[in-house]
């Protein structure tokens, strides 16, 4: 690479790693034979390329970069499925989230960056163009030019997590806030929790089978949920 690295992704059925970088290039690096070898570079970005998800069961990479531009590749030969440019910009790894079957985007809009914008990446006009998801307005969620757009985070979001096996998303941001949404009804399921942080909340992880939620913030802290 040409320029800082901002995120790394193993797809360990290939034996590749996926690095994105500041050079605008996602590089894809075999290490089969114990060795890392730079075996192709992903064009398509005009900024950083700052987080990367593989969707396994169905062979896909999503890459955001600094400006929001999303794009979508299938991992046989990394070509473009397609690009799209909802969403605010990001320098953070966890600051975008998909959905399991590659459909649905999850990732802080673009006009306000405060709000969580769901795009669905598959709902084709008859001209082929992507149009965003329909829905009703629901709990705190409200709509946007036929987006699903959640409302409730008062300072720009900067961490997703979604946890489609009990039907949550989790939003984290600089208003210190960690909030818990409904994956389909898209309402609040309990109160914003956002008396542990005293700066922004820019990581969150689930331990697996344990229930526990772990948040990081810009106050140098981790907590345990």
């Known amino acids: 690479h040409l320029n800082d690295m901002y995120s790394l992704k193993l797809i360990e059925s290939k034996k590749i790693l996926l690095s994105g970088s500041g050079d605008q290039r996602i590089g894809v690096w075999s290490y089969s034979t114990g060795k890392h070898i730079l075996i192709d570079i992903i064009t398509g970005h005009l900024e950083s ?14 890459s955001i970069d ?50 969580l914008r769901i795009l669905d990446t598959e709902k084709k006009d008859l001209h082929g163009n992507v149009v965003p998801i329909e829905g009703e307005q629901m709990g705190e969620g409200s709509l946007l030019s036929n987006d699903i757009v959640l409302k409730k985070h008062t300072h720009e979001i900067k961490a997703i997590k979604l946890l489609e096996k009990v039907n949550l998303i989790i939003t984290a941001g600089k208003d210190n806030m960690i909030l818990l949404w409904h994956l389909k009804r898209h309402y609040l399921v309990r109160p914003p929790l956002y008396d542990r942080h005293t700066d922004f909340v820019s990581s969150l992880q689930v331990i697996k089978d344990t229930g526990y939620l772990l948040t990081g913030g810009n106050d140098r802290t981790l907590n345990i949920f």
């Open 49 to 62: 390329v700052c987080a990367l998800k593989h969707i396994k069961k169905k062979g896909l990479l999503f």
């Open 66 to 115: 600094s400006v929001g531009v999303v794009f979508k590749w299938e991992t046989f030969n990394f070509t473009s499925l397609g690009k799209f440019w909802q969403f605010s910009g990001t320098e953070l790894d966890n600051c975008f989230d998909v959905s399991s079957d590659g459909r649905f985007i999850y990732a802080p809009d673009k006009d306000n960056p405060c709000w």
